[in-house]
């Protein structure tokens, strides 16, 4: 069966980076993508980006294009995520999705059971 | 980036009452992209529909989502009680690629 399994919550410092893991099996990783998604509290769901899991390539949300990189093992099948230059406003659950698509940012019919990142001083 | 408004933002309803959930886009949704999802509390939200009318894999046919171009509904037809949750909408529709999200419509007991 699907699973994607995420690394544990995180607690870190403004300015500080952050890098949650997203161990994926049950599937053909490569006939995927990997999309994260994120909730701050008491707010909706925020697409953060995604990468394929064919080629490596990536799409950002404009609004963290500067600050995150998204990348995979291909060898583990394990998708990352690193959040730099954190502030108070990137306290949130982060999910790692299966995007059904390897070509282009599509929908996400399986997801993690979230990393909760929370910064503060 | 297209935006997304769901409406109502939030739904008092009964167990056995039929539930409609509106989703309006900023500009036309390309081949009609559009995703449904549903969240509970503590869980990790739950894909119901993508491409505004297909069922995804093991979901109830009480779900159904209709729509097309800038306006879409996902129907709940005979809310059970595991159906009270917050659903969203989520477009994919863009080029380049923004995904975005609505900002969600719970589904409260009345």
């Known amino acids: 069966q699907v699973q994607l399994v995420q690394s544990g919550a995180e607690v870190k410092k403004p300015g500080a980076s952050v890098k949650v893991s997203c161990k994926a099996s049950?599937?053909?990783?490569?006939?995927?993508?990997v999309t994260w998604v994120r909730q701050a509290p008491g707010q909706g769901l925020e697409w953060v980006g995604w990468?394929?899991?064919?080629?490596?390539?990536?799409n950002y949300a404009q609004k963290f294009q500067d600050r995150v990189t998204l990348t995979t093992d291909t060898s583990t099948n394990t998708a990352y995520m690193e959040l730099r230059s954190l502030r108070s406003d990137d306290t949130a659950i982060y999910y790692c999705?299966?995007?059904?698509?390897?070509?282009?940012?599509?929908?996400?019919?399986?997801w993690g059971h979230g990393t909760l990142v929370a910064v503060s001083s | 980036e297209i935006v997304l408004t769901q409406s109502p933002g939030t739904l008092y309803l009964s167990p056995g009452e039929r539930a409609t959930l509106y989703c309006r886009a900023s500009q036309t949704i390309n081949s009609n992209f559009l995703a449904w999802y549903q969240h509970k509390p503590g869980q990790a939200p739950r894909l119901l529909i993508h491409g505004a009318s297909n069922r995804a894999t093991g979901i109830p046919d009480r779900f159904s989502g209709s729509g097309s171009g800038t306006d879409f509904t996902l129907s709940i037809s005979g809310l059970e009680p595991e159906d009270f949750a917050v659903y969203y909408c989520?477009?994919?529709?863009?080029?380049?690629?923004?995904?975005?999200f609505g900002g969600g419509t719970r589904v409260e007991i009345k």
């Open positions: 989520q477009q994919y529709g863009s080029s380049p690629p923004r995904l975005t």
């Open positions: 990468i394929s899991g064919y080629s490596g390539d990536t």
């Open positions: 049950g599937y053909a990783f490569y006939n995927y993508g």
């Open positions: 999705t299966r995007d059904y698509s390897a070509i282009y940012p599509w929908y996400f019919d399986f």
